[in-house]
């Protein structure tokens, strides 16, 4: 019997934060796609569709929630499962994220990276 693994997209602009987020998911048998910045995240999300997305608000380029934006105005990223991963703890973007249908909104310096490998297999459960 053959395991589904389940494709997530990380798109953050910080090298570090990304490469750290990949290498974690990797050993937890997710597939993992990356982009640097909103657009190239864009792009990969409407192409790969992958099964959740961890995206940065404030990137080159495109920022998180014009992507989040543009996502949404597509057939398939309507329904995407998004966690948005940012250092803003703005009330505003925060609003402003999940009026675009983000389902968490993380501030990076409160969570550990165990804490957002279990909310993605949360999130994921039961597929």
């Not at 910080?14 to 864009?42: I, K, S």
């Not at 703890?89 to 165990?114: I, R």
Request: aromatic content about 4%.
């Amino acid at each position: 019997m053959t395991t589904i693994r389940h494709k997530v997209l990380i798109v953050e602009d910080e090298a570090q934060l990304r490469h750290a987020l990949r290498d974690r998911l990797m050993r937890e048998g997710f597939n993992v796609l990356e982009a640097n910045n909103g657009q190239e995240g864009l792009t990969a999300a409407l192409v790969e569709h992958p099964d959740m997305i961890l995206l940065d608000i404030i990137m080159p380029i495109m920022d998180g929630i014009t992507m989040l934006t543009k996502l949404r105005e597509n057939a398939w990223g309507k329904n995407a499962r998004v966690i948005i991963l940012t250092n803003l703890s703005d009330n505003e973007k925060v609003a402003e994220a999940m009026e675009n249908g983000s389902f968490d909104y993380l501030v990076k310096s409160d969570w550990k990276l165990e804490e957002i490998i279990e909310m993605i297999h949360e999130r994921l459960a039961g597929e």
